[in-house]
């Protein structure tokens, strides 16, 4: 499914970094979905983008991160968030400490953090639809 092209609105990803989840607060802003709550890298498809071309993209954008295809480990399918008639696609990766000490933090959101992943899947300013997805990791 990483490099297969198909209908789908965007990609979220879990990264993690030494047990650790990397996590963006997106912007205080009424108009947008989840202001102020934690979210993954990630976002809307462009184009004709495979799913790993959307979110490589989207998490240079965001972090200046330069992903490859290696570093995903998990992928699946689910109902959009913000369009149910939509497919959105989630991953699972891994990001190495030097990768995360490099990052050069875009201008969408407040910041970024590593959280616990315990935290993730508890805390109530996560996006939950996110937190119902990285469960599905976690069990699988």
């Known amino acids: 499914m990483l490099d297969k092209r198909f209908s789908f609105s965007g990609v979220k990803l879990a990264l993690f970094c030494e ?8 912007d205080d802003i009424k108009s947008i979905p989840f202001p102020n709550f934690w979210d993954l890298p990630g976002g ?10 959307c979110v490589a993209r989207e998490v240079y954008e965001e972090l200046n991160i330069r992903l490859s295809p290696e570093q995903i480990a998990w992928v699946k399918a689910y109902q959009g968030v913000v369009d149910p008639d939509q497919t959105s696609v ?3 990766g891994e990001l190495a400490r ?5 990052i050069r ?25 996110l937190q119902e997805r990285l469960w599905d990791y976690v069990r699988d």
């Open 105 to 129: 933090f875009g201008d969408e959101g407040q910041g970024y953090r590593l959280m616990p992943v315990d935290d993730f899947l508890t805390d109530k300013q996560v996006i939950p639809q």
């Open 19 to 26: 047990g650790q989840v990397l996590t963006i607060l997106r």
């Open 44 to 53: 809307g498809r462009e184009e004709n983008e495979t799913p790993f071309e």
């Open 90 to 92: 989630f991953m699972v």
């Open 98 to 102: 030097s990768e995360h000490e490099a």
